[in-house]
């Protein structure tokens, strides 16, 4: 079936409008209608290739909320009309012991990926969100409760999953003393989830200005990191850092905010980032990493923030604007996540 869509057909282009097919439904297949899909700064590297192994023509997005269009013969769990959000994985093996325990995104044989992954059956590349409609594999459309705000609630797939999913890993909640490394899209979905857990929130920043934005969002305190003295006095104050930065920098500063077996978890960066293996020995700290989360914690998070009414801040976009969104995204200038309104396709 072919159905409106943006793409881009080389690195580095502008997005433009494309046809494009989606496959017929296999018998596990939900067909989705898009109706909002948010804007991921991993779409703006992928578009570029920043990363190596980028293939064109790409569809990006992985941050989906639609409903269910039609469902295949052997599909259970949803019907058509449910409202469903797909994430950064349409499928995987499904039979390895990390598929298992509801870890599909570290799949021994490889999550297939929303957009610029393989299709486990074809072969094909899949295409992502940023389109009318979706096909994936039923374990992977994640039915919604109704009390969730569907324009808002897009950037959970990502942004929220992937600062979720440390947290609950590592038991924050009352009395956890939390740092949140950085004001974007992931660390304003780090203060809010972690003051909704009921850690006590400390925002490590380097920008004076973002101090009011961090307490409007509920952090109880922010330190800033080019100020000397005052890094230095909160030394071993921390129990827990989620550093959501997501370009490469120094660790260290952030290692000795953490208190005896504290834990930093770098969920932004993906290059390769030093650090003092001294700082880590006194105190017995650790430095970890955490990639977005699996089905069954991705459904939790997003139960809990329909009950507690926790979303992103979201700025609503049509799709016709997405080149300027990314020119935004790229110097800072959104508050906090871009959602695109796909009714804004009709007709394309």
């Known amino acids: 079936m072919h159905i409106p869509a943006y793409a881009a057909l080389s690195a580095g282009a502008p997005l433009q409008p494309m046809a494009i097919e989606r496959r017929a439904l296999r018998p596990d297949d939900v067909a989705i209608d898009i109706l909002y899909c948010g804007v991921c700064h991993s779409d703006l590297h992928q ?9 064109y023509p790409m569809v990006p997005g992985h941050e989906i909320i639609g409903r269910v269009s039609a469902v295949g013969s052997a599909v259970a769990r949803l019907k058509v009309g ?12 499904l039979a390895c012991d990390q598929c298992g325990h509801g870890e599909e995104q570290f799949c021994r044989q490889g999550p297939t990926m929303t957009y610029n992954g393989r299709d486990r059956v074809s072969g094909e590349t899949t295409l ?23 324009a808002r609630a897009a ?3 990502c942004a929220g999953i992937t600062t979720w999913s440390p947290l609950r890993h590592y038991g924050a909640g009352p009395g956890t003393r939390l740092g949140v490394v950085g004001l974007g899209g992931l ?30 969002l509920g952090a109880h ?16 104050s921390m129990d827990l850092v989620i550093d959501t930065v997501p370009v490469a920098h120094e660790l260290d500063p952030y290692v000795r905010l953490l208190d005896v077996e504290g834990r930093i978890v770098v969920v932004g960066a993906l290059e390769q980032m030093p650090v003092n293996a001294a700082a880590l020995m006194r105190g017995r700290r650790q430095v970890s990493g955490s990639l977005i989360g699996g089905i ?10 329909a009950e507690r009414g926790v979303y992103p801040d979201c700025e609503s976009i049509p ?30």
């Open 296 to 305: 069954a914690q991705t459904r939790e998070l997003l139960e809990f923030c």
């Open 319 to 348: 799709m016709q604007r997405i080149d300027e969104a990314f020119a935004r995204m790229e110097r800072s200038d959104v508050k906090y996540r871009f959602v695109i309104d796909m009714a804004s396709l009709a007709g394309a």
């Open 221 to 236: 305190r922010v330190l800033l990191s080019r100020d000397a003295e005052a890094m230095k006095a909160a030394a071993a």
């Open 47 to 55: 578009v570029r290739n920043d990363w190596g192994g980028s293939r």
């Open 155 to 157: 950037p959970l797939l």
């Open 187 to 216: 660390g304003h979905m780090a203060v809010k989830l972690g003051v909704a857990l009921g850690c006590e929130v400390t925002l490590v920043t380097g920008s004076a200005a973002k101090a009011d934005d961090a307490r409007a």
């Open 128 to 150: 992502g969100g940023y389109s009318r409609m979706i096909v994936v594999r039923e374990p992977f459309a994640i039915g919604l409760s109704p009390k969730l705000d569907l």
């Open 82 to 93: 449910d409202p469903v959000g797909v994430g950064c994985m349409v499928d995987s093996c």
